[in-house]
T-cell receptor, first 118, second 113 residues
């Protein structure tokens, strides 16, 4: 079974500084996708960044980047120049294929609550 | 249009009531999902529809009844719920292509009294 572990229940960072959120996962698959989703108090799950396991290059989206270590099964998120609007719960997620119809099942970690302080 | 719209945003219902949650997307996605999220917990998958057919039921009690009347709409019919069913119910959609990401709605906050 696939599992996703986020070992940091809560973190805080000062505005404009850099913070890294940790995520490890366990799977026997060789090809898969990993995601970081952000859930602010508005409740909507927003995709922050995604990484394809077969790509060695780490994904980057503006101030967000990942450090993907496939052998170590590690997928950390770095947020640079933190902004107040980054305050949210961050979920690391892994795709597990649902065989019928080819649709996806997201397996989520327990989340890290990030607070950006002014 | 990259939105998944859920209605209502809030719902309070008694244990003997029947209510429905609605989800709509116009992105042409043919996979739609219901997730349940308890406070301070990650979302848990309930149902998956692929091409308007129920693909997966994650052993959800029969008091939750999903329906996918067309490729843009997903409903969740609720009947005889228990207080422990109070949660945030999230709808999501995605392309039916291997390893694509899901778009989520803002959820319906359900309280069962």
């Amino acid at each position: 079974a696939q599992t996703v572990t986020q070992s940091q229940p809560e973190m805080s960072v000062q505005e404009a500084e850099t913070v890294t959120l940790s995520c490890t996962y366990d799977t026997s698959e060789n090809n898969y996708y990993l995601f970081w989703y952000k859930q602010p108090p508005s409740r909507q799950m927003i995709l922050v960044i995604r990484q394809e396991a077969y790509k060695q290059q780490n994904a980057t989206e503006n101030r967000f980047s990942v450090n993907f270590q496939k052998a170590a099964k590690s997928f950390s998120l770095k947020i640079s120049d933190s902004q107040l609007g980054d305050t949210a719960m961050y979920f690391c997620a892994f795709t597990s294929i649902i065989t019928q119809g080819g649709s996806e099942k997201l397996v989520f970690g327990k989340g890290t609550k990030l607070t950006v302080n002014p | 249009d990259t939105e998944v719209t859920q209605t209502p945003k809030h719902l309070v219902m008694g244990m003997t009531n029947k209510k429905s949650l609605k989800c709509e997307q116009h992105m042409g996605h043919r996979a739609m999902y219901w997730y349940k999220q308890k406070a301070k917990k990650p979302p848990e998958l309930m149902f998956v529809y692929s091409y308007e057919k129920l693909s997966i039921n994650e052993s959800v009690p029969s008091r939750f009844s999903p329906e996918c009347p067309n490729s843009s709409l997903l409903n969740l019919h609720l009947h005889a719920l228990q207080p422990e069913d109070s949660a945030l119910y999230l709808c999501a959609s995605s392309q039916v292509v291997r390893r694509r990401w899901a778009f989520f709605g803002q959820g319906t906050r359900l309280t069962v009294v």
